[in-house]
């Protein structure tokens, strides 16, 4: 019996740590992807920053990236996918983009 619990210990430590290496990998994909970080423009834990303000047409006008860490998994990969206007095109897969998001979940 003593032994039996032992090893359901083993086999959750074990889950444990691959689950804690997903988040690492998410942490370093969202930090350096393909060499353009997206920590930069959405902040360290994806709550949004505001860029840069500038003047336009006499209109002050802010650049900003938006919060990502309140997204659905689905619109999270559609929107990375599209990244239309400012963004970059990273052309991640589903899965990188995936870690990308349990890491913001963690935070
Ligand atoms: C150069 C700055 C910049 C970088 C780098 C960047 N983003 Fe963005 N992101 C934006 C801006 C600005 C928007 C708003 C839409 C637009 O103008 O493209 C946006 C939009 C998004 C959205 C959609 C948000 C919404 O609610 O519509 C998601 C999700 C997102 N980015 C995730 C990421 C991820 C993940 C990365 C890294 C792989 C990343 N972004 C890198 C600037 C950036």
């Not at 959405?42 to 002050?60: N, P, Q």
């Not at 990236?65 to 999270?76: D, G, M, R």
């Not at 990273?90 to 983009?97: F, G, P, Q, R």
Request: one cysteine or more; hydrophobic letters at 35%.
């Amino acid at each position: 019996m003593k032994k039996q619990i032992f090893l359901l210990f083993l086999v959750f430590a074990w889950g444990r740590e691959d689950f804690i290496d997903e988040l690492e990998y998410g942490r370093k994909l969202y930090e350096n992807p393909r060499g353009i970080s997206c920590q930069k423009c959405h902040g360290a834990k994806g709550e949004g920053i505001l860029i840069a303000t500038y003047k336009s047409r006499g209109k002050d006008k802010k650049l900003i990236a938006p919060q990502i860490n309140h997204l659905s998994l689905q619109t999270f990969i559609e929107k990375v996918n599209a990244s239309e206007g400012l963004m970059p095109k990273y052309y991640l897969t589903d899965k990188e983009i995936q870690a990308i998001f349990n890491f913001l979940q963690s935070q």
